[in-house]
């Protein structure tokens, strides 16, 4: 590794800034996997002579620069060097753009290779591959050694003064993460043990795991150790990664807290739907103007946007539109330059995450944080499952070009002997369906073919389906004894529905934890830990850390109502019960309260019958499908000064990540456990849980909902000045098994009867 004061960058890395120009094309043209080009790149070698070399490490400087590389190939006896690219479709439809680009790399290797071996010229190919019909076509010149060392100090000088305000930026940062304090006086209780926890697993490169109640601030001190240990780790990148918009809300509130005297770049990864200007425009040229001349335009969009602080959502779309460029894909760009990247758990865990592959390909030390990590779970299960369905096929099917229709006519037959075999509803099956995967694979093979050379053939629903049997023929790939391969039957006309279905995601997040410098899991649900290292496969060295809540119990009232059932047999009889409840503490302590219920069904009905039986209450009610508007709508409802109740589904957007603090909340009521509901698939879970962990019930059922009962519970108190009460409404709330998942600092009340005390409530 060169001394510091060299800024060290990859050929590819250094044509990519330097070298691109034209329109953003993102028409879909089917690419080889990584996997593929590997193996084009052996099969292009294995034609060659023995005297033929591969990966040939090259190297060279520049000013403060050091280029370095490996070149493809290279032949002594013809004096070749090669660039190997691997393409599926048609040659002619690699974009002008692109073929420029590869020349630009061809050439930088050509100069290493001439400085390396002494030579006064060299033979430059590009060797483009068809991985389908393993066709060669070459372009090759001839270049004086001279010629290409000045095509290489270009290069370099156009990216030296960025490379230095990048090393300048680096010292500066590192120089203010050093002197950086507290921002505040001091630590809140707990807050300090979660930091330090943090700061250790990242001077010792490990992972941790922590249990931290809500309201202790856990954000500020998940961020703040790790910047301090940057410098001393010769960190590149944290990581932020969030399950909802509200975490990352709450992350970029605090870096702007913290980068008050430290200049951090820090980007808002935003998905690409919520970021597109013109979703009714292709991502190309000649359809977007966002798209057309964006390489032209994207090196004074990126200067620009460098220069603001924090790139949230909306300022690097003031930036992006300043500069008529997309501002999803700026943000793409960004995130090779920025510091602190805040986004979804997807961009590191998802099967093509993009922050993990810029991770391996860059070669970061990269420190992650993973907020509100008992989501990981399911979210984390979903990314490795696969699903396609029978109905959509047949729709696509019919309309497909006559050039596809043989291939989607095999996938039909092998697809009907499948289902057609089954006669109950729902079905396990032990085996992959190996002929229906097979015409599965020859479909995405012929449609991949049709499609590189016809991009734009295919409607939107055949390309939708296309991408889900692509994805369906990836996870059978990855199919072990962690998923299982199920087929139910729905509608009518009985049509199936296959799944690959994840049931333990740690054999795939293994190497997402083993990538990273440090990993810290936090959440005020975490426990019990076994559940959570089993099923996010973290390592053996991970570190638990058990905060203890700042919080006391004369602070929250929790009562549990033992003679009321809420399970789906008594929920009709329950509800006069729950009103005759919720309106005596109502009653006795006017405020704003929180209700929580199993489903919308469940709670319509409380909602409807509290508004006919107590009109003068103020209910306000979460819906199915609400927009981000209509989140924040429900949200508003709950002021310093207002009074009411607001009903909401468990589990849903106002069970966590919303803070409402003060009198903004002083109550809540949880009408159910958070069972998932029992059926063949959580049966088929149960049983693996069963035999895996020998913890059927308590994996499939009882820690998922308690989780989720904690986290609503943890809504009503969020500071050390917070009063509040809260209702466990459920017989099986008094259950041992069940109240030893409560958090410790919890006094809990049996209450065998609904009318409630005279005493007041004090809040």
Not at 32 to 37: F, R
Not at 593 to 616: I, N, T
Request: aromatic share 10%; hydrophobic share 40%; with cysteine.
């Amino acid at each position: 590794m060169p001394e510091q004061s060299c800024y060290v960058v990859a050929v590819r890395a250094l044509c990519e800034f330097t070298a691109k120009q034209g329109d953003l094309d993102l028409r879909f043209t089917p690419s080889p996997t990584a996997q593929q080009g590997m193996a084009g790149h052996k099969v292009v070698a294995g034609r060659r002579n023995d005297r033929y070399q591969t990966e040939i490490t090259l190297s060279d400087t520049f000013g403060a620069l050091h280029v370095r590389g490996r070149a493809d190939g290279y032949d002594p006896g013809l004096n070749q060097l090669e660039e190997i690219k691997t393409y599926r479709g048609k040659l002619d439809a690699i974009p002008e753009n692109h073929r420029h680009l590869h020349w630009a790399q061809a050439r930088i290797y050509g100069w290493l290779c001439c400085r390396k071996m002494a030579l006064s010229e060299i033979n430059i190919a590009l060797v483009y591959f068809d991985i389908a019909s393993e066709k060669e076509t070459v372009f090759a010149e001839t270049q004086s050694a001279g010629a290409l060392r000045e095509h290489f100090e270009l290069q370099c000088a156009r990216f030296l003064s960025w490379a230095q305000r990048e090393m300048a930026h680096a010292s500066q940062r590192n120089a203010s993460l050093d002197a950086m304090v507290f921002p505040h006086a001091s630590f809140r209780t707990g807050q300090r043990e979660l930091a330090a926890a943090i700061y250790r697993a990242a001077m010792h490169e490990r992972c941790v795991m922590a249990q931290a109640p809500t309201g202790i601030g856990k954000t500020l001190g998940s961020l703040f150790p790790l910047l301090k240990a940057w410098p001393a780790q010769q960190l590149d990148k944290i990581f932020f990664l969030t399950a909802k918009s509200s975490g990352r809300q709450l992350a970029l509130d605090a870096l702007t807290t913290l980068g008050r005297t430290t200049p951090l770049r820090v980007l808002e990864l935003v998905a690409r739907d919520k970021a597109c200007e013109h979703p009714n425009q292709a991502c190309h040229g000649e359809s977007c103007p966002l798209a057309r001349g964006f390489y032209d335009r994207l090196p004074a969009a990126r200067t620009a946007a460098l220069k603001v602080t924090q790139l949230d959502r909306e300022k690097l779309r003031e930036v992006a539109l300043e500069h008529s460029v997309c501002p999803y894909y700026l943000s793409q760009e960004l995130a090779r330059w920025s510091d602190v990247i805040v986004g979804d758990y997807n961009y590191y865990f998802d099967t093509s995450a993009m922050l993990f592959a810029l991770a391996e390909s860059k070669e970061w030390r990269v420190s992650v944080l993973v907020d509100e990590a008992h989501n990981l779970v399911e979210r984390a299960r979903t990314m490795y499952s696969a699903t396609l369905d029978e109905a959509r096929f047949r729709s696509v099917r019919g309309g497909a070009p006559a050039p596809l229709k043989r291939a989607f006519d095999q996938v039909g037959r092998a697809w009907k002997t499948l289902s057609g075999a089954q006669t109950i509803e729902y079905a396990v099956h032990e085996t992959l369906p190996a002929q229906l995967l097979a015409t599965l694979e020859n479909m995405v093979a012929v449609i991949t073919e049709f499609v590189g050379e016809q991009p734009a053939a295919l409607d939107r629903d055949t390309l939708r389906f296309y991408f889900d049997a692509m994805h369906f023929v990836r996870i059978a790939e990855r199919f072990d004894t962690h998923s299982l391969f199920d087929v139910t039957l729905a509608g009518a006309r009985q049509q199936s529905v296959l799944c690959l279905r994840n049931r333990v995601p740690a054999p795939h997040l293994k190497a997402r934890f083993a990538r990273a410098h440090s990993v810290a899991l936090f959440s005020a649900t975490l426990a019990p830990t076994h559940f959570y290292r089993d099923m996010l496969g973290l390592p053996e060295t991970c570190m638990n850390v058990d905060v203890a809540s700042p919080f006391h119990a004369d602070q929250l009232q929790v009562r549990v109502v033992a003679n009321v059932s809420t399970r789906y047999r008594d929920r009709e009889r329950s509800v006069p019960q729950l009103v005759e409840l919720i309106a005596a503490q109502y009653r006795r302590a006017p405020g704003n309260y929180l209700s929580f219920f199993s489903s919308f069904e469940y709670l319509e009905q409380v909602a409807s019958a509290l508004r006919r039986e107590y009109p003068d209450i103020e209910v306000w009610q979460q819906t199915r499908a609400m927009s981000e508007a209509d989140q924040q709508g429900f949200l508003a409802r709950f002021t310093e000064a207002s009074s009411g109740v607001g009903f909401a589904v468990l589990g849903g957007s106002f069970g966590e990540g919303i803070d409402l603090a003060g009198k903004r909340l002083i109550g809540a009521f949880i009408a159910t456990l958070g069972l998932p509901q029992i059926n063949p698939v959580n049966q088929q879970m149960k049983a693996h849980m069963e035999q895996q962990f020998s913890a059927g019930y308590d994996y499939t059922y009882l820690f998922p909902g308690l989780q989720k009962v904690v986290q609503a519970a943890g809504r009503v108190i969020r500071g050390q000045h917070d009063r509040g009460v809260l209702y466990l409404i459920d017989d099986r709330f008094a259950h041992a098994e069940v109240r030893r998942l409560f958090p410790a600092w919890w006094e809990v009340q049996i209450v065998r009867h609904v009318s409630m005390p005279r005493a007041p409530v004090l809040l």
